[in-house]
DNA sequence: TTGTATTTTCAATAAATTTTGAAAATTCGG
DNA sequence: CCGAATTTTCAAAATTTATTGAAAATACAA
């Protein structure tokens, strides 16, 4: 296969890997145009490769930016803003981990933790049920969250010799 | 809080959690109002709690059903489905990481070991560049399809209690 | 400054996804 | 079987989400 239609493959299926994961098309797919870009690439450069609007360009990469995947980079004597994915996968993943967490399973436990206490008799079943159910989810997700946070501190060979040490 | 606001609180975020993990609002919806009922419910009961129709009921019923997270009922002597959720959420979250690691991380590892195949100078910096990303993300994602498996197979306690020691 | 290159915004449009509801198919007691 | 109850299907409609492109804002060299 030539390099060109392996990009394109590799940029095609990522971006629908991104759909499974509430991420969007355009965005995953820039993100892995830059992934295996050796040099950064202008806003043009991006549009061209990808065939897609100048704004829809711009938002996906801003938003890229706000998730920590990519970083602006500017050439000295260049007018253009050029923009450059972290290539290391182990720092990429752990990004995207503490950003997920942040957005999404830490607002989810403080809810839980108001919907525990609702008011009713335990003996009632739906009550009982309902705070059974609340409680099994927030204990997982607390644990969730405490071995995210470790994971985003551990060095990927720590993290990966250790797992196989527990995971035999 | 009441019971019923309580419920609906948790139906409503279940329901937005559910959509930046690439499920349907309705489906994850559904899902929760089963996982907080004390005793199954028929498509005429969730209808009526989530005010939807007959048909996206029918749908996501056999969506959930398909992903192993809901099973019908046949309760004696009467002529109507009833569905029921699985309560464990432990399980309900083994049996999730088994289907996606099926239906997204194992195609995207094989379509990964073709790529890397890919003609060309490992010299010349584009090939390079490539080869490498696409290396790094296999790596990676051998070693998560390998620990997956072995969490699939775990008992929470044991999880739990091995993940304590490792990330202390 | 001023003029031009570049980036950003956002209302309008397009595309994708979800939902509806009525018709068709199926199931099952009598 | 028959017929009513129940489930399933799916084309059309509604809704949500993504994309465009042109205008506005900004940045910067001269």
């Known amino acids: 296969m030539k390099l060109t239609e392996a990009k394109q493959q590799f940029i095609s299926s990522w971006g629908a890997f991104g759909t499974h994961w509430g991420i969007n098309r355009t ?51 260049e007018r253009k803003e050029y923009f450059t994915a972290e290539k290391d996968i182990w720092k990429v993943v752990k990004q995207i981990v503490k950003e997920r967490k942040k957005r ?23 009550v009982k049920s309902f705070v ?9 997700g607390r644990q969730a969250d405490k071995t995210l946070d470790t994971l985003v501190k551990a060095e990927e060979s720590w993290f990966i010799s250790s797992l196989m040490k527990v995971f035999k």
């Not at 950064?40 to 549009?47: K, N, Y």
């Not at 704004?55 to 004597?77: A, Q, S």
């Not at 059974?132 to 997982?140: A, N, R």
């Open 27 to 77: 965005m995953a797919q820039i993100h892995a145009l830059l992934l295996v870009s050796p040099d950064p690439l202008t806003q043009d450069d991006i549009m061209e490769e990808l065939n897609i609007s100048r704004g829809n360009t711009n938002m996906n990469i801003r938003e890229l930016i706000n998730w920590g995947l990519v970083d602006r980079v500017l050439l000295p004597g």
């Open 104 to 126: 999404e399973l830490e607002p989810m436990l403080q809810l839980l933790d108001k919907l525990e206490e609702v008011e009713g008799d335990k003996r009632d079943k739906h």
């Open 132 to 140: 059974d159910t609340v409680s099994g989810i927030k204990k997982l």
